[in-house]
Antibody
Framework: QVQLVQSGGEVKKPGASVKVSCKASGYPFTSYGLSWVRQAPGQGLQWMGW????????NYAQKFQGRVTMTTDTSTSTAYMELRSLRSDDTAVYYC??????????????WGQGTLVTVSS | ELVLTQSPDFQSVTPKEKVTITCRASQSIDSHLHWYQQKPDQSPKLLIKYASQSISGVPSRFSGSGSGTDFTLTINSLEAEDAATYYCHHSSVLFHTFGQGTRLEIK
């Protein structure tokens, strides 16, 4: 069965960077893209961007352009999301989510369990 | 920039009621609109894809309709386990966005 297992929670200071991982299993990793979505405490869902696991091509939300980098390691079927210059309002649960055959325009059939990133001095 | 606006933000309902949640897009998005359910401390779960297509394993009381700018998620005969927040989601090749969410409370 498809599984997306994310790395554990992180506590970071303002100005630092965080790198969250998402290990995929149960399907051919390079056949589907992955999106990253975050959710601040008590708030709604916010799309951060998408990466093709086949080509490595990315598409970032304008809000995060210049501050986020999404990568994949096909040898370990793992996707990564790095966010730099962290601020307190980056405190959120970060999810990876896998689409379907529609590529970057697909809905999300599978989600990781989420990774809480806390930014605090 | 495309904006999705859900209504209501919150609704308190009794079991067996029929519930309707709407999602309005600021511009036409054809049928590129999906619905998710999120329970506290859980990841979202896909309920409906492309406005009205059902998802395997999702109870048949959940249905979707609409196209263009106006979309509806309907829950027939609400059950206690349906207490959750519901989100609409637009996906395109270049851009994704979510509605602000609708929280359903079961009386």
């Amino acid at each position: 069965q498809v599984q997306l297992v994310q790395s554990g929670g992180e506590v970071k200071k303002p100005g630092a960077s965080v790198k969250v991982s998402c290990k995929a299993s149960g399907y051919p990793f390079t056949s589907y893209g992955l999106s990253w979505v975050r959710q601040a405490p008590g708030q709604g869902l916010q799309w951060m961007g998408w990466i093709s696991a086949y080509t490595g091509n990315t598409n970032y939300a304008q809000k995060f352009q210049g501050r986020v980098t999404m990568t994949t390691d096909t040898s370990t079927s793992t996707a990564y999301m790095e966010l730099r210059s962290l601020r307190s309002d980056d405190t959120a649960v970060y999810y990876c989510a896998r689409g379907g055959a529609g590529g970057s325009s697909s809905c999300y059939f599978f989600w990781g369990q989420g990774t809480l990133v806390t930014v605090s001095s | 920039e495309l904006v999705l606006t859900q209504s209501p933000d919150f609704q308190s309902v009794t079991p067996k009621e029929k519930v309707t949640i709407t999602c309005r897009a600021s511009q036409s998005i054809d049928s590129h609109l999906h619905w998710y359910q999120q329970k506290p401390d859980q990841s979202p779960k896909l309920l409906i894809k492309y406005a009205s297509q059902s998802i395997s394993g999702v109870p048949s009381r959940f249905s979707g309709s609409g196209s263009g700018t106006d979309f509806t998620l309907t829950i027939n005969s609400l059950e206690a386990e349906d207490a959750a927040t519901y989100y609409c989601h637009h996906s395109s090749v270049l851009f994704h966005t979510f509605g602000q969410g609708t929280r359903l409370e079961i009386k």
